[in-house]
């Protein structure tokens, strides 16, 4: 089984997805925009036609990152209120930092990346795109 988390954004997918991209590296697979979904029941704008449909950003060996622009019929969504968290759990502290201060950049630490009260290494933070994410190496070294 794999989980992998699925994002919706207000139209700054594409920047989001980029610097996702900056951070954990690879190459986009599947990136679609509006434009290219042929859909006569509900056509988009100019404005929505080069919004990202779907896009997907493979992580580590098994994981995808994926999300899109949520169409203007579907309305805004309020990014503050995002309470849900993407955890990632990496073998050693230089990744987690690495990570985290990659991720971080930009966006509100709830908890800097520390030696946590339960033994591991550990950070909470919203990016500069009101995702939220927690950051974990178990392994001291």
């Known amino acids: 089984m794999k989980i992998n988390p699925y994002l919706h954004f207000n139209g700054n997918a594409e920047e989001a997805f980029t610097f996702y991209q900056s951070v954990f590296g690879g190459e986009f697979q599947n990136l679609s925009r509006y434009k290219d979904l042929p859909n006569p029941q509900h056509p988009f704008s100019e ?3 080069d919004k990202i449909m779907h896009i997907a950003l ?3 060996k098994h994981n995808m990152l994926m999300g899109n622009d949520t169409p203007n019929f579907m309305g805004k969504h309020n990014e503050q209120e995002t309470r849900s968290k993407i955890s990632i ?3 050693h502290k230089e990744e987690a930092d690495r990570l985290f201060y990659g991720l ?3 966006g509100q630490v709830e908890m800097p990346i520390a030696e946590s009260p339960w033994g ?3 950070a909470m933070f919203r990016d500069r795109y ?3 994410w927690m950051i974990e190496s178990k392994r001291k070294d």
Do not use: C, M, N
């Open 47 to 49: 404005d929505e036609a």
């Open 58 to 60: 493979p992580i580590g």
């Open 89 to 91: 759990t990496v073998d």
């Open 104 to 106: 971080s950049a930009g």
């Open 120 to 122: 591991s290494y550990f």
């Open 130 to 132: 009101g995702i939220e």
